[in-house]
């Protein structure tokens, strides 16, 4: 079965820190990938995608992410967090057997940034 | 444009009993997902309609099920309460069948406590 882990439950960091939060997930196949945020109180909104090409994506609000196919993984990325950012964040996964709607979610990095 | 609409936003119901969310997609939206998110499981998915036939299920139990009406409106029931029910159930809607490709808009959710 399809599996996404993201190694780190929570991190904190100071306001223009760097970021990067893991996302691994355990598919042989083609696959399209998903970085979702959820602010506090607020629902869940699509930061990033990934479907071919160029394995470096850009997103919404400086946000970027890798995709390296040999390590399975996609990991998300910003050079300078702002108080802002502190968010829930959630890599997820789709096997491209379909292009329906069946993402597995992996469990969420809780960022905390300090002002 | 209105976004994803969500109704009850919160609901408390004892064990046993049996409950209806709705979900509202954003005009013109022919594709609906639901998801179930507790802090143990993370995000899972519940299943999927497009035009009206649910193409799509996860693992969950029978007593979970849904439908989709002629105007994308869609609502899921969960029979028989548990208290491991007790969970925000969020709703994602997406322009068409293929849906990932088009990326999902989700609501903000309806926060089921069963007691």
């Known amino acids: 079965a399809q599996s996404v882990s993201q190694h780190n439950h929570h991190v904190i960091l100071s306001e223009a820190a760097s970021l990067e939060l893991g996302c691994n997930y355990s598919?042989?196949?083609?696959?399209?990938l998903f970085w979702y945020v959820q602010y506090p109180g607020q629902h869940l909104q699509l930061l990033l995608k990934?479907?071919?090409?160029?394995?470096l994506v850009k997103g919404i609000k400086g946000f970027e992410a890798e995709f390296i196919k040999s390590k399975f993984s996609f990991n998300l990325r910003k050079p300078s967090v702002q108080w802002s950012d502190t968010a829930e964040y959630f890599c997820a996964v789709n096997a491209l057997r379909r292009s329906q709607g069946n993402l597995i979610f992996g469990k969420g990095t809780k960022l905390s940034v300090k002002p | 444009k209105a976004g994803v609409t969500q109704t009850p936003r919160y609901l408390i119901k004892t064990r046993g009993q049996q409950v209806t969310l709705s979900c509202s997609p954003i005009?013109?939206?022919?594709?609906v997902s639901w998801y179930q998110q507790t802090p143990g499981q993370g995000l899972q998915f519940l299943f999927e309609?497009?035009?009206?036939?649910?193409?799509n299920k996860g693992n969950f139990p029978g007593r979970f099920s849904g439908r989709q009406f002629s105007n994308s409106r869609s609502e899921m029931n969960v029979s028989t309460l548990e208290l491991g029910d007790s969970a925000l159930y969020l709703c994602?809607?997406?322009?068409?069948?293929?849906?990932?490709?088009?990326?999902?808009?989700f609501g903000s959710g309806t926060r089921l406590t069963v007691v």
């Open positions: 309609y497009f035009s009206e036939t649910q193409r």
């Open positions: 994602a809607s997406s322009p068409r069948g293929d849906s990932l490709n088009y990326g999902y808009t």
């Open positions: 598919y042989g196949g083609t696959v399209n």
């Open positions: 005009s013109g939206h022919r594709s």
């Open positions: 990934y479907f071919s090409g160029d394995p």
